[in-house]
């Protein structure tokens, strides 16, 4: 219990509130509700406010986030600009979406986010850093949208890019846009709080080739290692005969390394594949690249880990896929490993990146199957194709696939002791997965349309699908709360 002396008390547009000084200097430095000091209610502190937006707020600074007691209405805008006045709205907007109550069995689909114009999304990305809420950035023709982490407002950046193939969320007020088909990294500044210097450039470019394209992107987040926010590009040039992986200080939005340079001669092109997929592995500083390169005698790929500390020429760890080519990879902090969805099979292989510790290497064949071997095996040899088109990406310690217009998930679990006490791979589908229908007296799976593009961050899962002008939001944080532009 408060005691007297700890006791504020606020006129709030007539209204009076009383809370204690703890509770008010949750708000932060920032806020002017921090600085307010104890009073009674014969001189209270006043505040020129609507006492209903006022009286959530509060609530909020007492729970830690917005509760739906007798069926409130999500964050509106005027909460929210209540909120950006008092210097509340990060917090707020942060709390709409924790990592911590992110659970994939209990994803659900939440939001439908409409965008505006005639073109599907491409791709999407969620601000995953832990300094800023998980707003959703959503590239749609050349235009690129984000809406903030309460879904309740967007904002909208015209580029000069056909179409946007790479999506990266630095922040809720800067995204980086690239295209396979035309140069540079595309700053999209959706505010004027957007990071910025007195000669920051609008596009980043190759510096020994400035027409070069952009095939793939990575961001470090801002407290991660390094400790300057590092984004990492693959550029390959106009003419297709060299490529690189550039790295950019998002502080000064300059370069400051080349990673991997390679060269093509002749028509030797395998011995030159370029990144098309990027990968940072915080915990272990390291820089996943991979790229696959498709020919009439099958599919080739590279997998490479790079440590920028120690070498931009020579990587720390390399393989050549031949067999059952990689037609995704994704690495995993938390499990310590790296994922692949094999190009023939389609089955979900994973390799221990702790045994990089011992001599150096992983070996010959490093993959292990952790779905149907059998399965594996056969289709490698066959030459079949049931793994193109299929998606693999790690968050927190949850691997998912996106196979056609489903999601399904891969749990570590932990056996039993007297099952040998292991810990095994086991898969679930996100949601319902496939369902059957019953038409004519046959049962047929019912199709949704293809996944194209998918990002994580915080409780929330986001999807862009094939000839969809919108977004789904799924989330598994069962108080979260939205509003639908």
């Known amino acids: 219990m408060a005691s007297a002396a700890a006791v504020v008390t606020l006129n709030v547009g007539g209204e009076l509130f009383q809370t204690t000084t703890a509770t008010l200097s949750r708000a932060g430095a920032s806020s002017s509700l921090a600085s307010l000091g104890p009073s009674t209610p014969s001189a209270p502190h006043f505040l020129d406010a609507d006492p209903r937006l006022f009286a959530r707020l509060l609530s909020f600074l007492r729970h830690g986030r917005l509760l739906l007691l007798g069926g409130a209405p999500p964050p509106s805008a005027a909460l929210l600009a209540e909120a950006r006045r008092l210097a509340l709205d990060g917090a707020l907007l942060a709390s709409l979406s924790r990592a911590s109550a992110f659970a994939p069995l209990q994803l659900r689909p939440s939001a439908l986010l409409p965008l505006a114009g005639r073109a599907a999304p491409s791709a999407v990305a969620v601000c995953a850093s832990p300094n800023h809420p998980a707003s959703i950035v959503a590239a749609h023709g050349g235009v690129v949208t984000c809406f903030d982490a309460a879904l309740a407002t967007r904002a909208s950046v015209l580029t000069p890019l056909p179409a946007v193939d790479s999506l990266v969320a630095v922040s809720p007020a800067l995204a980086l846009a690239g295209a396979r088909d035309f140069p540079g990294v595309h700053?999209?500044?959706?505010?004027?709080?957007?990071?910025?210097?007195?000669?920051?450039?609008?596009?980043?470019?190759?510096?020994?080739?400035?027409?070069?394209?952009?095939l793939s992107m990575a961001a470090t987040a801002a407290s991660g290692a390094p400790s300057a926010p590092w984004l990492f590009a693959s550029f390959e040039s106009a003419r297709r005969t060299s490529s690189a992986i550039v790295v950019f200080d998002l502080n000064s939005m300059s370069p400051v390394a080349e990673i991997g340079r390679k060269e093509v001669y002749g028509a030797d092109v395998e011995a030159a594949i370029p990144a098309t997929k990027l990968g940072w592995l915080a915990e272990h500083n390291l820089l996943l690249a991979a790229g696959s390169h498709s020919s009439p005698g099958g599919v080739v790929g590279d997998i490479r880990l790079w440590d920028i500390r120690a070498s931009a020429t020579v990587p720390v760890w390399e393989v050549r896929e031949k067999e059952d080519c990689f037609a995704d990879v994704a690495g995993s902090d938390t499990l310590s490993a790296l994922f692949k969805v094999g190009a023939s099979s389609g089955e979900v292989f994973m390799t221990d990146l702790r045994r990089l510790d011992n001599g150096g290497g992983i070996g010959l064949e490093p993959w292990v199957c952790i779905g149907d071997g059998q399965r594996a095996a056969a289709a490698a040899s066959s030459r079949r194709k049931e793994g193109n088109g299929c998606r693999i990406e790690c968050y927190c310690n949850w691997v998912f696939v996106a196979r056609g217009a489903y999601v399904e998930v891969w749990s570590q679990i932990e056996l039993a002791p007297e099952a040998g006490?292991?810990?095994?791979?086991?898969?679930?589908?996100?949601?319902?997965?496939?369902?059957?229908?019953?038409?004519?007296?046959?049962?047929?799976?019912?199709?949704?349309?293809?996944?194209?593009?998918?990002?994580?961050?915080?409780?929330?899962?986001?999807?862009?699908?094939?000839?969809?002008?919108?977004?789904?939001?799924?989330?598994?944080?069962?108080?979260?709360?939205?509003?639908?532009?």
Do not use: H, Q
């Not at 700053?187 to 952009?214: G, I, K, N, Q």
């Not at 949601?431 to 194209?452: L, Q, R, T, Y």
């Open 187 to 214: 700053l999209c500044r959706f505010s004027d709080d957007a990071p910025t210097t007195a000669a920051a450039p609008d596009v980043l470019s190759w510096p020994d080739s400035p027409s070069a394209t952009v």
């Open 421 to 485: 006490g292991k810990k095994v791979m086991k898969r679930n589908w996100v949601g319902s997965g496939p369902s059957i229908e019953v038409g004519n007296g046959e049962e047929v799976v019912k199709e949704k349309a293809k996944i194209v593009s998918w990002a994580f961050g915080g409780s929330r899962m986001a999807l862009a699908r094939a000839d969809k002008r919108s977004v789904e939001v799924w989330d598994s944080d069962p108080a979260a709360i939205y509003a639908n532009p």
